[in-house]
Structure formats: C-alpha cells, structure tokens
C-alpha cells in the first residue's frame, strides 16, 4: 500500500520563487493536513482540510495556499518562497478525528 | 490554544537503562496518540490511549493515560538502541478547533550502545 506520497523529496529554491509541493493518499480518508517541522519547534500545522473542497488555517497559514479538490491529492503551494520557509514539511491523513495519522515521507525544502 | 508539554526534550542514556518520557497539558483529551519518528521518515503511530488510567503494553513500551486525560507516560524498560528516535506525543479533541490533533515538541532518545 502507498500510503501518503509526497514529491518531491528534497528541494532547494530562491527567495522569491514559488513551488508546489504534492501530497496524495490512497486510503479514501476525509482529514489531510501539513505540518512544518524545526528544531525545538515540533510540528506545527499551516493547513488542513477536512474533506473535498474544504480547507481551513492551521498555526502557521502565512506565505502558504492549499486546495483540495479531489479527496485524494491536497498540494501546499509556496507564493513567493522566503528563506523563513526553509523546514521540512509533512502532509498527513486520517480517516476522521480520532484516528490515526498517516504521514508522508516529507519534503526537506531550503530556501537560499 | 490547547498546549502539551513533553520532558524531557532531550535524553542520552545507556542500552539496558529504564526511562520515561512524560506528556502534559492543563486541557482534557478524548484521546492521546503516541508516535515514534526516525532520521529522513515521517512519523508512525505507537499506540492510542482512550480511557483514563488506561495502560497498554506494546513488548518493552508501556503507555499510560493520566486519570483525568490530561497528561500520558510513556516507559521504556531495558532500553536497546533501536529505540533511538524522537518520541511525539499528540492529545485528539474532537470538539477542538483546527484539526483535532495538538503534537507535543518531542523527546530526541538517544540509546548508547
């Protein structure tokens, strides 16, 4: 089973440029969320969706859109890239609040 | 805001050694999650806690809900360093705002051989 995929792996960018970092699952689940993760920060949610055509802002929204068009794919799209972005970003899904979440392989983004 | 705070934020100790991470919060969950994470991986769920007082043994991990769902232990017996990795604890609210999932900072475990 795939799980949560996430593309691509490792990505290094210029302040200023945008990107889209991809996230799909497989499991027909309703909940998908990304997080960043820092050192001494833990994982901190930017946003979430709680079904097709559903999002909402985590903690950290600036600097960061989402879409959820289809119940499968929920990308996380960086406007104008700052070296503030720089973080490793997970995209997780679960089935409904009180199960468990599934996490992708995460995205170790470095903006120079 | 619902906050969980997890002592220690660090520990480095021998193979064989005992330990335990602890989980806080002043805010009552429906349930608490356990997650282990490695270098380069996302992280994978341990074990869910949904009573309070509740305990569950997964082989030399034991878990434990607080009486009042507002705190969780996590012990380690005969630590072994394939347990090295850091430990996330995440309080569920189904009532809650955001997502529902509130993850602690972690504890980086560091098992020596």
Redesign the interface.
């Known amino acids: 089973n795939a799980g949560?995929t996430q593309t691509p792996k490792f990505q290094v960018l210029k302040t200023g440029q945008s990107m889209t970092l991809q996230c799909a699952q497989d499991m027909n689940h309703e909940?998908m969320?990304w997080?960043r993760q820092d050192p001494?920060?833990?994982?901190r949610?930017i946003h979430?969706s709680?079904g097709a055509g559903i999002t909402?802002q985590?903690?950290v929204p600036n600097g960061y859109n989402v879409s959820r068009s289809t119940t499968e794919d929920f990308p996380l799209r960086l406007l104008s890239a700052a070296p503030s972005q720089t973080s490793v970003y997970?995209c997780?899904s679960?089935g409904d609040?009180?199960t468990?979440?599934f996490?992708?392989?995460?995205t170790r983004l470095t903006v120079v | 805001t619902q906050l969980l705070e997890q002592s220690p934020q660090f520990l480095s100790i021998q193979e064989g050694e005992n330990l335990t991470v602890y989980c806080n919060s002043s805010s009552v969950f429906s349930s608490l999650q356990w997650y282990r994470q490695e270098p380069g991986e996302g992280p994978v769920l341990l074990v869910t806690v949904v009573t309070g007082g509740e305990v569950k043994k997964l082989k030399r991990l034991t878990f434990q809900f607080g009486d009042a769902r507002k705190d969780s232990s996590l012990h380690i017996t005969a630590a072994q360093t394939g347990d090295t990795g850091l430990y996330l604890c995440a309080g569920v609210d189904s009532g809650g705002g955001a997502d529902g999932l509130t993850f602690g900072k972690g504890t980086h475990l560091i098992i020596q051989p």
């Open positions: 949560v909940y969320s997080y001494g920060m833990g994982l949610l979430y709680v909402d985590g903690e997970f997780a679960r609040t009180n468990e979440a996490f992708g392989q995460g």
